[in-house]
């Protein structure tokens, strides 16, 4: 990870548009989760980075086509790291923001369910990529919680499938193939519209159409803050970019904007 060495003045600037900022949406990525125990996938150490084949774990055509893929899916959700998990620096500070007032909207890439579990309120969460706390069938409306599923697999199942109809059940994350949902796609647009401030935190801002958030955001006047490890796809269109831990960076900047 590199060590921050930003100029002062970027610092500042950033903290006092956060402080003007009267509508703040932020928009997270698995960088925020990964001081909680929880690998991220494209960075230095992330899954896909070191083992590409990881890949095709999320991805929907392997999944319906081939049990084997799916059978690996269940143990990994099984054996994932979310279960021990606990928020990190970034989740709680996020969390403290919104208590200022000015957080609109928080878009989350992540999957974990840590920003409810650090205080942020579900109104204001919009799980873009779903969540693998619940399972979902894929052919019909059936939904049970993540351990339900996960009892099937201790009792011997390795590729359970839906009690009501039979078909392929899958954690209930977006994968790739698979369209988001209209509805939470729709409100995400609007708040990048209606914000005054874009914050995006740990994500290489790469994967659509949630990093299209930040040109729809750019084009409708607002300011792009951009705070990762590296450089983000977004940088170009961004008023500022903290390079450095979010887990330094964020308390510097958001607790700084949120006492002026
Ligand atoms: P990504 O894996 O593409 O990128 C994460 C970024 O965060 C990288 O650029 C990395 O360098 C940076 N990062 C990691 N730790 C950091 C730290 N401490 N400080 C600053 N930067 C740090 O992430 P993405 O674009 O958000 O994810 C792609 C997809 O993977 C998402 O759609 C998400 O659904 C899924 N995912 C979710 C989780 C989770 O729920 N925690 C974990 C892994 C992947």
Redesign the pocket.
Known sequence: ?TEPDIPDTKLDAARNWLSAAQRVLVL?????????G???????Q???TRDPDAEKL?DIRYYLTDPNIRRKAWLSRRDSP?WQARPGL?HEVLARFEQSGRLDTLV?????G?HQLAGSSGERVIEI?GT?REVACLNCSYRVAMQVVLKRLAAGEDDPDCPDCGGILKSA??SFGQSLIAQDLARAEQAARDCDLLLA???????YP?AGLAPIAKQSGARIVI????P?AMDEIADAVLL????E?LPSVLDGAAHQ
């Open positions: 990870m997270t990525g698995a960088g925020l989760s990964t001081a909680s929880i690998p991220d996938f494209r960075g230095p992330g899954l896909w999320s979310v970034g989350t890439q992540n999957i974990d840590l990529h693998i994350t977006i935190v740990g994500s290489t801002l790469s994967v949630v705070v990762n490890g590296e983000t450095g831990d979010l887990n960076l």
